[in-house]
């Protein structure tokens, strides 16, 4: 019998197998408390949680802030723009100030990769990773899985196309990791710019024409163009970049039945994918964000001390 023994949540890379699959577990069970009419459980009163975001987020922020109150903890929200950051104080210092507050958590969005674990080497409070640069985001990956294992099943055998910006995706990054763990076959699809054939070490196919490989999918995960992370041009123009790699209404047809289609957000419409065919019935994109919630209760649960799945 596994028992979860981890403080933190840092990537996926360097996990195993049960511990994905715990969480995964764990996660199911918390989405049945979102729909409850009370929507709380005790699990962690008493404990401080500290969201701190150095970069911008939507969706992670406010579900981490939602998760963490469902398990009753209490939370606090701290922005670059409202904190000592601007003042010149260090990542370390700003987050042992917070450790000397009790904080017992501390989720962190960063644009540098390494910053959590540099914080959760130096502090005894728990370190969550809510993207660290171009580097991980495992949080994303995991409620990404689970969205698939909750209409597609098991996730062995089962082609995962990754589609877009991929040298500079924390995203791809962590679901590479998850997915090949939980035996799905990886198809990461781009420019030769942006998808290079060294990623074929992490065992994964790299394909430089979605046409080539679109009718083969189960899953087609849009990943945006992160302008903020690229330093030069990676392709001509947006408008090429969409007729080569855009999911685009022509293209959308040409998916398998039942192939869900996936976007980790904020969406870029008409680029990385047409407007109507991210709100089509095919879409699982607001599925993801609701599922985010129980991924996120499930990992404060098991890095707040809890065990295993909870009953
Ligand atoms: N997917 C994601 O990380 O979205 P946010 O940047 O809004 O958190």
Redesign the pocket.
């Known amino acids: 019998m596994n028992t979860w023994n981890r403080k933190d949540l840092l990537g996926i890379d360097g996990m195993e197998l049960w511990e994905i699959e715990m969480i995964l577990d764990a996660a199911k069970a918390f989405k049945g408390v979102g729909e409850r009419s009370l929507k709380k459980v005790p699990a962690l009163r008493g404990r401080t949680l500290v969201n701190f975001f150095v970069e911008?987020?939507?969706?992670?922020?406010v579900s981490f802030e939602l998760a963490a109150m469902r398990l009753s903890a209490d939370v606090v929200n701290m922005s670059t723009s409202a904190s000592s950051l601007q003042k010149g104080e260090t990542l370390k210092d700003t987050a042992k100030n917070l450790e000397a507050l009790h904080a017992d958590m501390i989720v962190l969005r960063h644009s540098s990769p390494g910053s959590c674990r540099f914080l959760a080497d130096r502090l005894q409070a728990s370190i969550i990773n809510a993207?660290d640069g171009a580097h991980e985001?495992p949080t994303?990956a995991l409620l990404d899985s689970f969205t698939m294992r909750e209409h597609l099943g098991s996730l062995a055998g089962k082609k995962v196309g990754i589609v877009g910006d991929i040298l500079f995706s924390r995203?791809a990054r962590s679901n590479i990791h998850t997915l090949r763990k939980l035996g799905a076959e990886v198809f990461l699809i781009g420019p030769t710019t942006l998808v290079p054939r060294s990623f074929e070490s992490m065992g994964v196919r790299v394909c430089h024409c979605l046409d080539d490989v679109i009718g083969e999918l189960d899953v087609i995960n849009l990943l945006r163009i992160q302008h903020e992370r690229q330093r030069k041009e990676y392709f001509p123009s947006l408008g090429e970049y969409t007729a080569l790699f855009g999911l685009t209404k022509a293209r959308a047809v040409r998916l398998r039945e039942g192939c869900l289609i996936m976007h980790?957000?904020?969406i870029n419409r008409g680029v990385e994918i047409d407007s109507d065919v991210a709100d089509s019935a095919r879409s699982v994109i607001l599925e993801q964000v609701t599922h985010g919630l129980a991924v996120r209760m499930a990992v404060l649960y098991l890095c707040a001390g809890g065990k295993g799945v909870p009953a």
């Open positions: 911008p987020s939507t969706r992670t922020r993207g985001h994303q995203v980790p957000g904020p």
